[in-house]
């Protein structure tokens, strides 16, 4: 590490972090602690971890550098809050937290910490990502007994976006080569999976519960694909699915605009109207 941070470097950022644990610590003291940081638990904390991350995702997509160095440093808040709260609880601390994460990225980067590597060629993005698959596998197959499963810890997983779930699963699948090859299959299977929904929307010959349940899981079936079609394209289904809400957004907000230019209320318009509206506004647009 001193080959790329000197050693005066090193010295602040130890002495910060030590003060930055040590307030932390501070804040959760029995006596003399914050009364709110006191009365916070994993459980508690768990709904501010998820909000300060799409903050920084926020700041990140307005590409607003100031501010994602502030909501970094409030991500960077709930890790130390967590450790300090399971080192309380004799489960962990922040130690073993730093440790954990080191000995992880050196075990996931033999091509630039093994020494036998230093002098070889750089690998392909093809070598990286074989030997990526070879080092998830032979680490589920550390943390996961037989009947545990591959997908065991997704399963499981109650708070992730859905969106995101479906990525690690269709990541996770295709470790073990259970995936399609090219974006374009995904696309082919994405058409069929809405012509079920469009079978299933059309279907008369059954009760209200039977159709609800059965559009259910064909829109689930849409939804899951096109997460793997997103995956397949290097884009983040989340990010499209924000990207989507904000464009949505935008484009209202100048239709509202324009109606009030015509001295009308948006509640006003008929449907009709409404649609020229939006068509101008998406025309408008598409020429810029």
């Known amino acids: ?15 910060e972090f030590i003060n930055l644990h040590q307030t932390v610590s501070m804040l959760r003291d029995p006596v003399r602690g914050c009364p709110w ?25 307005s590409n607003d550098t100031k501010n994602l160095k502030d909501e970094l440093g409030d991500v960077l808040l709930q890790v130390l809050l967590h450790a300090q709260i399971a080192s309380e609880n004799k ?16 075990r996931r980067h033999p091509h630039v910490f093994k020494k ?13 990502k074989t030997n990526w698959e070879k ?8 943390t996961n007994s037989k009947s545990d499963g591959l997908l065991y810890k997704l399963e ?12 690690s699963i269709g990541r996770k699948v295709s470790s073990v080569d259970f995936d399609w090859d090219t974006e374009k299959e995904v696309f082919f299977k994405l058409k069929s999976e809405l012509e079920e929904l469009e079978d299933a929307l059309n279907k008369e010959d059954s009760s209200k519960e039977v159709k609800y349940k059965s559009i259910l899981s064909e829109i689930g079936d849409v939804y899951f694909t096109l997460a793997q079609l997103c995956r397949h394209l290097n884009i983040s289904a989340e990010a499209a699915g924000v990207f989507g809400n904000k464009k949505f957004c935008k484009r209202f907000k100048e239709l509202e605009k324009r109606a009030k230019e015509n001295k009308t209320q948006i509640n006003e318009l008929d449907k ?12 408008e647009e598409e020429c810029i």
């Open 135 to 142: 080092i998830k596998k032979q680490e589920d197959q550390n």
């Open 91 to 106: 489960e962990f601390d922040i130690r073993d937290v730093i440790e954990g994460l080191q000995k992880k990225l050196i």
């Open 1 to 15: 590490m001193s080959k790329y941070i000197s050693h005066e470097q090193q010295q602040i950022i130890k002495k």
């Open 272 to 283: 009709r109207s409404l649609e020229k509206l939006w068509s101008e506004v998406k025309k």
């Open 37 to 61: 940081d006191l009365k916070q638990n994993h459980s508690s904390l768990s709904s501010y971890l998820i909000e300060e991350a799409y903050e920084t995702i926020e700041a990140i997509e």
């Open 116 to 128: 036998e590597n230093f002098e070889t060629k750089r690998p392909s993005e093809k070598d990286l």
């Open 156 to 167: 499981k997983n109650k708070h992730s976006p859905s969106t995101v779930i479906a990525e």
